[in-house]
């Protein structure tokens, strides 16, 4: 595992491309997101156990998955968030790189699930991250996006 070693994001790993300079530059970056999220906001965003792996050749996305805690129910579930970056995405500007790291945070933080989805629900759902990330202060860099999916072209790149 590969845990930060600033202690505000101490739970918090990203994995895969680690030689990589996308690395450094994504996880300096998820620092600064992180920085602009409110203490108890940040709180929630720990329990939500975010494990962020870089891999190439994908988009970005945040999906959680569920474990069963040994000894206790078994619909007392562990919710793990898993967030896939594309290394990619430093390629682009730094705002919307940083965009892009709020908005799979918000999608965490909100507890968006992956079943059971509707188009309707779903396209709600990246509305709702997007709000998220201008409430978080990065509107900003979700306007300098122009695939954000309030102003910009995301709803019609994801679903046509
Ligand atoms: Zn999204």
Redesign the pocket.
């Known amino acids: 595992m590969c845990y930060f070693d600033d202690g505000d994001n101490e739970d918090f790993a990203l994995k895969g491309c680690l030689q990589s300079p996308a690395y450094t530059k994504i996880a300096r970056l998820y620092e600064d997101v992180m920085k602009k999220i409110p203490e108890e906001e940040k709180s929630e965003i720990h329990r939500k156990n975010i494990v962020a792996i870089l891999a190439d050749k994908t988009n970005s996305y945040c999906c959680p998955v569920y474990f069963p805690q040994r000894g206790r129910e078994i619909t007392d579930l562990i919710e793990v968030n898993l967030i896939i970056f594309s290394p990619q995405i430093v390629k682009r500007t730094k705002p919307s790189a940083i965009y892009t790291i709020a ?1 799979e945070l918000a ?1 965490a933080f909100l507890g968006h699930g992956i079943t059971g989805g509707s188009m309707d629900m779903l396209r709600e759902r ?1 509305i709702e ?1 997007d709000q998220q990330v201008i409430k978080w202060g990065f509107e900003k860099e979700l306007k300098a996006d122009p695939d954000n999916y309030i102003y910009g072209n995301g709803l019609e790149n994801t679903f046509g």
């Open positions: 908005h999608h990246e991250a």
